[in-house]
Structures are given as C-alpha cells and as structure tokens.
C-alpha cells in the first residue's frame, strides 16, 4: 500500500488520471521555511474540471509542478501540518485552501495579517486568492465548506456583480446543474431576481425539484427560450454552440454574457460571428479585490459566510457523497469528468 501518492492528469486528454506513488518525506527532506501538509480531505467538482480545461491560459497547472506533459489538478480543502521548518507555522496544525489531489504536500508557508500564504518562487506570479491559506480548526461545517466555499464564493461574487445592473429583469445560467450555477441561482432569487437554468435532459427533472429556478430547460429546448429583457447570460459550460443558440434566441432581450465557467471542457470554445454583446470573462478574484478594499476583507468574509450558512441551511436536498483513497479519488473523478454526478451530489475526497 502506498502511503504518499499524487493523481496525475494528462494535459491532453482530461479523461486519463494516473495514481504515481512518491518518496515518503520527513521533516529531514524539508528546507528552511517549507512545510510538510498531510491532505486530509478535499472536494472535487466540475468546476476542478474547468481548472484543468483552462490549466494552460489561466495558470491553473503552475500550482502544483508535475512531470512534463503531466498535471495536477487543484482542488479545495483541509491539511493538516506533519512538520515545519518555517517560523510560522507549528505542527498538528490544520489549514483550508488551495490544494493538489494528492496525499501530501510541501509549500512554503508564511504568515500574513490575513493568515498564510505560499511564498514558493513558482507561485510568486500567481493570484493571491489562491495562495492564502486560513487556520482552520475542525468545524461540523468543514465538508460543506471543502465542497462549498470556492464554488459559492463565485456564486456571492457574481451575484453582487450582477445586482449593480441596473435594470435586469432576468439571469440565464448554462451548466445550471454546477453547484456555482446553482449558488448563483439561490443567491439572485434571494434578491427576486428569476432565473432560467440550461441543462442536460438527464438533469432536467432533477433540477425543476430543487427549487432553485423558475424554468429549467434542457439544450435541445433552446429554441423555446424566450425571455423580456434585459436579460445577463451567465455561461459555465464553456460550449460555443450553446452560446451562439442563447445569443440567438434571445435576441435584443439580451443585454450581458458572462463567461465563467468550462465545464463541456471538451466542447469548442467561442467563434467568430456571435450575435448580440460580446461574451466578457468574470474572474472572481477580481471581484474580490474590488470589495476587500470597499468593504473590507472582514465584512467581505462575514457576508460571505452567513450566505454559505444559508444556502446549506435553505438547500436540504444537498447530500455528501464520501470516496476514500486514490482508488475511491479516481471512481469520483471518472463520475465528474464524464458527466454521472447527480445534480444533488457532492463528492469528498478523504485521501
């Protein structure tokens, strides 16, 4: 049985997912200022899907090196510090943030007003928001949080974006069976603003009990798709025939398009001779720049917390699903990648 282990993913092909054992380490094997991580438990979700289908133009791969033409896929979570040689961190304690699919990690970790970042020479040139780490104490909410927090936390940022729009009547979301999709939803409807979800005849039914929509339409309704504007598209698929459709079927009713997300991740990206407003890329960390400074970091996570409280408190139909070892971590990543995760489902690794 191996004991530290990483899940390898070829760049080129998203489906292979190889498990490579690694050297055990100890804290002998560490420089000044790493840290020794053992990975206690991570979510993994089509948004880890869409960190691999946009490694390359976004950074994602740089996080945590691999072999050459290998990546590692970064996903949310817990650690827990096996050894340390840096000043500020002590062993046995336990941290939440950006993480690798593996069973152990180094980084080199040092501590801010904030809490921690990873000041590794290959992460220098990365987004601060991935690169903080908070202490994290065991908490009943930390697997909600795992599966919750980062793809919720799009969902708050979009949802406090859209809600300075002046005029929208209604938010169009692809993919609308992703947990962001469906964050964004809960969120905006809080506010009483109607949604319309976009999602595979598979999802369809599943989705219209959820509560969470005021329509659901499967993408072969698509032509049916007619809305009073100013509507916002808010894309997480990533597929440009999808867009082009949505573009088309709404007409002069559609006023934004978003993109946020990929996760047709083999679908072809956008073309050339779409209809109505140019598609723009909301990137969450800049969001969260913008009201870190108006706000302040404090009030941005208050809110933010007590809006994950809620959805989880006003969502029961949400259920944990548990996978154990690199055996049950690729079982999960199969069901993702290929589509078979229920809507209400969301899968923890427990390395």
């Known amino acids: 049985m191996i004991t530290f282990w990483d899940a390898l993913i070829l760049k080129s092909d998203l489906r292979e997912i190889e498990i490579r054992s690694t050297p055990d380490r100890t804290s002998a094997d560490l420089a000044p200022g790493e840290v020794l991580l053992a990975v206690d438990r991570f979510s993994l979700t089509a948004n880890n899907i869409t960190y691999g289908a946009m490694g390359d133009a976004f950074g994602y791969w740089?996080?945590?090196?691999?072999?050459?033409?290998?990546?590692?896929?970064?996903?949310?979570?817990?650690?827990?510090?096996?050894?340390?040689?840096?000043?500020?961190?002590?062993?046995g304690q336990r941290i939440f943030g950006y993480l690798p699919m593996s069973s152990h990690v180094v980084m080199s970790l040092v501590k801010t007003r904030q809490g921690l970042v990873d000041v590794a020479a290959h992460r220098a040139d990365l987004p601060p928001t991935y690169n903080a780490y908070n202490l994290a104490p065991s908490d009943p909410m930390d697997d909600y949080r795992a599966l919750l927090r980062p793809l919720l936390m799009t969902s708050f940022l979009l949802d406090d974006f859209l809600a300075e729009i002046e005029g929208l009547q209604t938010l169009v979301l692809?993919?609308?069976?992703?947990?962001?999709?469906?964050?964004?939803?809960?969120?905006?409807?809080?506010?009483?603003?109607?949604?319309?979800?976009?999602?595979?005849?598979?999802?369809?039914?599943?989705?219209?009990?959820?509560?969470?929509?005021?329509?659901?339409?499967?993408?072969?309704?698509?032509?049916?798709?007619?809305?009073?504007?100013?509507?916002?598209?808010?894309?997480?698929?990533?597929?440009?025939?999808?867009?082009?459709?949505?573009?088309?079927?709404?007409?002069?009713?559609?006023?934004?398009?978003?993109?946020?997300?990929?996760?047709?991740?083999?679908?072809?990206?956008?073309?050339?001779?779409?209809?109505?407003?140019t598609p723009v890329l909301f990137f969450a960390p800049d969001q969260i720049r913008?009201?870190?400074a108006e706000w302040g970091p404090q009030i941005l996570q208050s809110r933010f917390e007590g809006a994950l409280a809620g959805f989880v408190s006003g969502n029961p139909w949400l259920t944990l699903v548990y996978n154990q070892g690199p055996d049950g971590l690729v079982e999960a990543y199969r069901a993702v990648i290929e589509g078979r995760t229920a809507p209400q489902n969301g899968h923890i690794i427990i390395p």
């Open 290 to 292: 913008k009201r870190s």
């Open 174 to 277: 692809s993919s609308a069976s992703s947990k962001t999709a469906m964050g964004l939803a809960w969120f905006a409807g809080q506010r009483g603003m109607k949604t319309v979800g976009l999602t595979s005849s598979a999802n369809q039914s599943a989705l219209s009990r959820f509560d969470l929509y005021g329509d659901v339409l499967a993408y072969d309704q698509l032509t049916t798709l007619q809305l009073e504007g100013p509507v916002a598209f808010v894309d997480f698929a990533g597929n440009s025939a999808v867009v082009g459709q949505v573009h088309a079927a709404l007409g002069g009713a559609l006023t934004r398009s978003l993109i946020v997300g990929g996760t047709h991740w083999e679908a072809p990206r956008l073309r050339e001779g779409l209809t109505g407003p």
């Open 62 to 91: 740089r996080f945590f090196p691999a072999p050459e033409g290998l990546g590692r896929i970064p996903v949310w979570g817990f650690a827990t510090v096996l050894a340390s040689k840096s000043p500020d961190v002590d062993p």
